[in-house]
């Protein structure tokens, strides 16, 4: 069976909310008038300060919400169609922050093979679709390990690698990363950039700047808008607006600024290799 | 309250076995990880002292032993061997464990997902109220502890603590561990999935406690708000001590840390890489104020050209970054890095 996904043109958008609205009481909305499209293979970093609509956002993506204004389109399909959930939701990968929230089985390759078994696929089939996800996840010949017994990161790669199971073409995380400690956000964060490399449309959703600094394209949101959009070196450089917007700024940006504010003639970087680059650039002028 | 770790070992294999088997007897004997392989032990050996008033930071990696460790604090779980002292009382003993449970304050990861009670104030009554306080002293606890933690008691003391923002839910959470007026603070990641600003605001609360002569143990993955904050850090690995120390001291070794799956705070880093590359920086710990005063005077000495680049580095730079300019944001950034010069300060 081949996926219609795969037959769409290259340049369509993977997800297009117009003019979409959402609330939750029917009085207060998180965000209404939302415009946000992602073409196919984009990896995008949504930052935005706690209550500023990025969950609700995400859970938009595979309908798991549906806007009350407005439209929201994921692969062209409109996500209040009830027809098209099944589709969407069997496409649209979503990776919450808390890995213990989302493991169901006791047993790692049954708990991978979860989401694919409830696709409907055989057995063979299914055995060739979990061990290349956890050989992605860099969990191979953990198969038979109990999942009680892993750290956090490892839950988080099972958790990613239970979603890959289920081949999707969009991959959400939404703050995938929070509760994992630095070196299993790094190897998270290696996943993710293998896994959009090979083609996976990706959404980002984050409090770490680093991490932000990876994407293709930074989105902030406020109070349920769009302030600010861009690569991550024209979002993450806008030190005064991020602080307004109650989010951090990369080091290698506060750092950039403390050496401008002090003459020292750098241009504004938002990774540490850059802002040695100009350092070391500038000492050899000297 | 001094309270010390005196070669403490403990698994979960052994813990409850060893209840049944006679604690005592199971405490006495040597540890035995050498000749079991098999069992896991989340800690191993630890010994120190958390000294009176003092900040003790607490990192490794996911299980390394740090929510073991502090589970022991309190008496919530005892030593499989060794043994856990409040001021030279040992913690097994069941009197002991009550009397320092009141005066421990444990705060766990994401605090808020334990509220419970029906208001406000009654959840943060409800520790000094098990401690049998009359109602009076209990009222005066819960306001003092709503003032520490910038919440109005007034305003939100009777309604549902569900209906608050998960920031002020948490707020919460810690008043109604500082209502029991612990002496001592125990803190798992206490900002963890907060946005930025709200972990400013909390870690500045943190530092306030600390200010009132509170002890404070925190464990934390980031590296820059313990050296910030800490006077002594302790890394933990593989349930073992595997450094203790003043942040200088313990992020001078960035390499070792790395073998421990733990990084040094951001500027550290950056300086330990750029005399990687040459650059002459001497202090053993630099926060991101100090990393630019050295590097602006090594680059500026015997730079006359300086104003040459400057004008390059000027029109390299694209017109949409106008508001990154150095001049708007010096005052923006000043208030930001003074908190860690401060903590420097303190330290000495």
């Not at chain 1, 990896?43 to 798991?64: D, E, M, P, R």
């Not at chain 1, 969407?88 to 979503?94: F, P």
């Not at chain 2, 320092?100 to 705060?107: A, H, I, K, N, T």
């Given at each position: ?148 017994a ?137 | 309250?001094?309270?010390?770790f005196e070669a403490v070992s403990y698994s979960y294999a052994g813990g409850d076995a060893a209840k049944k088997r006679g604690r005592k007897k199971q405490r006495e004997r040597q540890a035995d990880w050498g000749n079991a392989p098999d069992a896991l032990w989340a800690l191993r050996d630890v010994s120190l ?14 299980g390394s032993g740090?929510?073991t460790l502090?589970q022991h604090?309190?008496?919530?779980v005892h030593p499989t061997c060794g043994r856990v ?5 040992d913690l097994a ?143 933990l690995s593989e349930g073992r001590v595997f ?106």
């Open positions: 069976m081949t996926n219609p996904i795969d037959a769409a043109p290259a340049d369509d958008l993977f997800i297009d909310a117009a003019d979409a609205g959402f609330t939750y009481d029917g009085e207060h909305f998180v965000f209404r008038h939302l415009n946000l499209t992602v073409p196919r293979g984009q990896f995008v970093c949504l930052l935005g300060g706690n209550g500023s609509g990025k969950s609700t956002l995400a859970k938009h993506i595979n309908a798991l919400l549906t806007p009350d204004e407005g439209a929201v389109r994921v692969f062209g399909c409109d996500t209040r169609d009830p027809e098209s959930t099944y589709f969407i939701r069997s496409n649209a990968g979503l990776v919450f922050q808390n890995p213990d929230d989302q493991i169901v089985a006791s047993l790692i390759e049954n708990d991978v093979a979860f989401g694919p078994e409830n696709l409907g696929i055989p057995n063979p089939e299914l055995r060739e679709r979990v061990t290349p996800a956890l050989k992605e996840v860099g969990l191979q010949g953990f198969e038979e390990h109990e999942t009680c892993l750290s956090g990161g490892q839950k988080q790669r099972v958790a990613i690698a239970g979603v890959l199971a289920m081949d999707p073409a969009i991959l959400v995380l939404d703050e995938a990363t929070a509760m994992l400690d630095p070196r299993g956000r790094a190897g998270l964060m290696r996943v993710v950039r293998d896994l959009h490399a090979a083609g996976m449309t990706v959404v980002m959703i984050t409090h770490y700047m680093e991490e932000a600094a990876c994407a293709e394209r930074v989105v902030v949101l406020d109070g349920g808008e769009v302030r600010l959009d861009g690569t991550p070196h024209e979002v993450l450089t806008q030190a005064r607006a991020l602080r307004a917007l109650s989010l951090e700024v990369p080091f290698a940006c506060r750092l950039s600024l403390e050496l401008q504010a002090r003459g020292v003639p750098v241009a504004t970087c938002i990774t540490d290799d850059a802002l040695k680059e100009e350092l070391c650039a500038l000492r050899s002028k000297q | 309250m001094r309270l010390a002292t958390v000294e009176p008033g003092e900040f003790l930071g607490v990192a490794g990696h996911t740090k929510s502090i604090m309190n008496g919530l002292t409040a001021d030279g009382a003993e069941k009197e002991v464990a009550s009397r320092v449970r009141s005066q421990v304050g444990l705060v766990f990861q994401y605090p808020e997902n334990q509220l419970f009670a029906n208001t406000v104030y009654d959840d943060v009554a409800f520790g000094p109220r098990n401690m049998k306080l009359d109602e009076a002293e209990v009222d005066r606890r819960v306001r003092e502890a709503m003032e520490l933690v910038g919440l109005d008691l007034d305003a939100i003391g009777e309604r549902s603590p569900f209906d608050l923002s998960g920031g002020q839910q948490r707020r919460v959470a810690f008043a109604g561990v500082l209502a029991m007026e612990p002496e001592l603070l125990v803190l798992d990641e206490p900002v963890a999935g907060l946005d930025p600003l709200s972990r400013a605001d909390f870690l500045a609360l943190i530092a306030r406690f600390h200010a009132r002569g509170m002890t404070v143990v925190m464990v934390s993955h980031s590296m820059e708000d313990l050296a910030a904050l800490s006077d002594r850090i302790l890394v450094a203790l120390g003043t942040p200088a001291q313990v992020f001078a070794d960035a390499a070792s840390l790395k073998a421990v799956g733990l990084g040094a705070p951001a500027p550290q880093a950056f300086a330990s890489s750029l005399r990687d590359a040459g650059f002459s920086l001497p202090r053993e710990l630099y926060d991101e104020t100090s990393l630019a005063v050295d590097l602006a005077a090594q680059l500026a000495a015997g730079a006359p050209n300086a104003d040459g680049t400057a004008a390059g580095a000027a029109e390299a730079e694209s017109a949409g970054e106008a508001e990154a300019a150095p001049t708007g944001d010096a005052p923006c950034g000043a208030p930001n890095a003074d908190a860690p010069t401060r903590a420097g300060d303190r330290r000495g």
